[in-house]
């Protein structure tokens, strides 16, 4: 890492430190780590039901307002090779989100929309 990169990343570092929200980049990498652990433990019985709730929905407001108000694409899954959640995983969890809301496969259907800039010519 050259010394502009440490500069840059100090930076970052004091402008979190001085954000009331910054705490959320930290807490987000633990917790990623922690669940993966306690999946693969097979203890996810540890965390309550109602947490994993609130994680979901703090996760997808988050993804809604940087994704569509800001009207640019970003990763919604950490990509992780063959460690990446699998598609049984994102579609349980998806189904779930959509009858959680009354929404079912058709809503998503008509829903389903491209990335903001992917028809851009450029």
């Known amino acids: 890492m050259s010394s502009s990169d440490e500069l840059t990343e100090t930076k970052i570092a004091e402008l979190r430190r001085n954000d009331p929200y910054g705490w959320i980049d930290q807490y987000a990498a633990d917790l990623h780590e922690a669940a993966k652990e306690l999946v ?7 965390v309550s039901d109602e947490a994993v709730a609130q994680i979901i929905t703090a996760a997808v407001r988050l993804y809604y307002a940087k994704s569509e108000l800001e009207d640019r ?14 598609p049984t995983e994102m579609l349980v969890a998806v ?17 389903f929309r491209r990335r903001p800039g992917e028809n851009d010519p450029k």
């Open 40 to 46: 693969v433990k097979g203890e996810a019985s540890r």
């Open 95 to 111: 189904s779930e989100m959509l009858r959680d809301v009354r929404l079912g496969p058709m809503e998503l259907g008509l829903w």
């Open 73 to 86: 694409p970003i990763p919604a899954i950490v990509q992780e090779g063959e460690k990446t959640i699998t």
